[in-house]
């Protein structure tokens, strides 16, 4: 939200004119008119006061920078519920490969958050082992630790699953896939993960 909306939006709720607002801040209505404007930013001593005289809280939050429009592993896996629900495994799967654009365009901080908190069951145990051998594959490709959610029990596909489908393909599968997915019972061709 930007900061002209968010001082629009107390004050109005407060009830009060720019005149009346200004006047509990110490400041001036045509300083509150340029903010609300949003020709310039106040301060954030000066927000805080603004909010305050709004009868508002004010706090700040500090998270880290991601790959624009990026959205956690737990926010993934709501979307792939929907997707296999709706449309079926490959608009499910495409959406595991833009969470994979996603980390691999953030740094590091961005990364861990991506990744921290465990994502709900997606419904089916093929895509809750691949979520998590994903996760554990880009958190080593990073050097990073990877998340204590990915060993939980039902993170491990049962029976196995070749994620081609395609008859002929699974020792391929079974020779090409990552550590991280073979041990979670998922198996890809080489290059599943690679987007050009």
Same mark, same amino acid.
């Not at 896996?77 to 365009?105: I, N, Q, S, T, Y």
């Not at 490709?141 to 699953?161: I, S």
């Given at each position: 939200m930007k900061t002209s909306d968010?001082?629009? $939006?107390?004050?109005?709720?407060?009830?009060?004119?720019?005149?009346?607002?200004?006047?509990?801040?110490?400041?001036?209505?045509p300083t509150l008119a340029v903010?609300?404007? !949003?020709?310039?930013?106040?301060?954030?001593?000066?927000?805080?006061?603004?909010?305050?005289?709004a009868d508002f809280d004010l706090s700040v939050e500090a998270r880290p920078k991601v790959r624009r429009g990026?959205?956690?592993?737990?926010?993934?896996?709501?979307d792939v519920a929907l997707?296999?629900? !709706?449309k079926g495994d490959g608009?499910?799967?495409r959406r595991l490969l833009d969470f994979v654009d996603d980390f691999r365009g953030?740094?590091?901080p961005g990364k861990r958050w991506l990744v921290e908190d465990s994502? !709900?069951?997606? $419904?089916?145990?093929? /895509?809750? $082992?691949?979520?998590?051998?994903?996760?554990?594959?880009?958190?080593?490709e990073a050097d990073l630790g990877y998340p204590p959610w990915t060993d939980e029990p039902e993170r491990f596909a049962e029976p196995w699953w070749f994620v081609s489908g395609l008859t002929g393909f699974e020792a391929m599968a079974l020779r090409d896939s990552p550590i991280a /997915?073979?041990?979670h019972g998922v198996f890809v061709n080489e290059g599943a993960f690679d987007r050009v």
């Amino acid at each position: 939200m930007k900061t002209s909306d968010l001082l629009k $939006g107390m004050r109005k709720a407060a009830g009060l004119s720019q005149e009346e607002l200004a006047a509990r801040a110490g400041t001036s209505q045509p300083t509150l008119a340029v903010y609300e404007a !949003g020709r310039a930013e106040p301060r954030l001593a000066t927000l805080e006061r603004l909010a305050a005289a709004a009868d508002f809280d004010l706090s700040v939050e500090a998270r880290p920078k991601v790959r624009r429009g990026a959205l956690p592993i737990a926010a993934a896996a709501e979307d792939v519920a929907l997707l296999l629900r !709706g449309k079926g495994d490959g608009p499910a799967w495409r959406r595991l490969l833009d969470f994979v654009d996603d980390f691999r365009g953030s740094p590091v901080p961005g990364k861990r958050w991506l990744v921290e908190d465990s994502p !709900g069951s997606c $419904g089916d145990r093929r /895509f809750d $082992g691949a979520m998590a051998a994903l996760v554990e594959l880009l958190c080593t490709e990073a050097d990073l630790g990877y998340p204590p959610w990915t060993d939980e029990p039902e993170r491990f596909a049962e029976p196995w699953w070749f994620v081609s489908g395609l008859t002929g393909f699974e020792a391929m599968a079974l020779r090409d896939s990552p550590i991280a /997915f073979a041990r979670h019972g998922v198996f890809v061709n080489e290059g599943a993960f690679d987007r050009v």
